[in-house]
T-cell receptor, first 113, second 114 residues
């Protein structure tokens, strides 16, 4: 299985809602990533997990809360988001000890009303 | 610090013509370089990667890229464009192995004229 899956595909939420994005991979990768991508822009790194521990936080607002329950799963918990947080959220994974070749999921299209 | 510059935010070619997407990098250490493609409303797919094994790298869908250290370039080419090649292309650089940040270029949108 060489796939990264993400659910849901689309999400619409209000500014007072709490929701979660989920990402899963079964490639045995021990590094997982969250990116945010606005229209016509490259992906922006948000968080990196290595061996289930948070290793990079790119100064992301606390209304985004990542979680890595095990080596195959990555969650992004959302609370009190703003309309400007509307974007495509991409998950990726990579094998430790390689050239940091990252495999991306299809993304979750998030709209904050 | 590392950086990537993609020349041309939009490139348009005729079907069957040569595709050339330009990428220049800046890195203080030997880099690892990647080209990703993104179709509308989809994630990124790796086209090819340079990891210092060979300067001419062949990827999927008939694409290839050549690493030129003297020019700090890693341009992406395809001899004959197909309509299905229309997408956004990102060049990216990493200097480290393992879990670390990769730096993306700003992207080039490729359009194919019938």
């Amino acid at each position: 299985d060489t796939e990264v899956t993400q659910t849901p595909k689309h999400l619409v939420m209000g500014m007072t809602n709490k929701k979660s994005l989920k990402c899963e991979q079964h490639m045995g990768h021990r590094a997982m990533y969250w990116y945010k991508q606005k229209a016509k822009k490259p992906p922006e790194l948000m968080f990196v997990y290595s061996y289930e521990k948070l290793s990079i936080n790119e100064s992301v607002p606390s209304r985004f809360s990542p979680e890595c329950p095990n080596s195959s799963l990555l969650n992004l918990h959302l609370h009190a988001l703003q309309p400007e947080d509307s974007a495509l959220y991409l998950c990726a994974s990579s094998q430790e000890g390689t050239y940091n070749e990252q495999f991306f999921g299809p993304g979750t299209r998030l709209t904050v009303l | 610090a590392q950086s990537v510059t993609q020349l041309g935010s939009h490139v348009s070619v005729s079907e069957g013509a040569l595709v050339l997407l330009r990428c220049n990098y800046s890195s203080s250490v030997p880099p690892y370089l990647f080209w990703y493609v993104q179709y509308p409303n989809q994630g990124l797919q790796l086209l090819l990667k340079y990891t210092s094994a060979a300067t001419l790298v062949k990827g999927i869908n008939g694409f290839e890229a050549e690493f030129k250290k003297s020019e700090t370039s890693f341009h992406l080419t395809k001899p004959s464009a197909h309509m299905s090649d229309a997408a956004e292309y990102f060049c990216a650089v990493s200097r480290a192995t393992g879990a670390s940040k990769i730096i993306f270029g700003s992207g080039t949108r490729l359009s194919i004229r019938p």
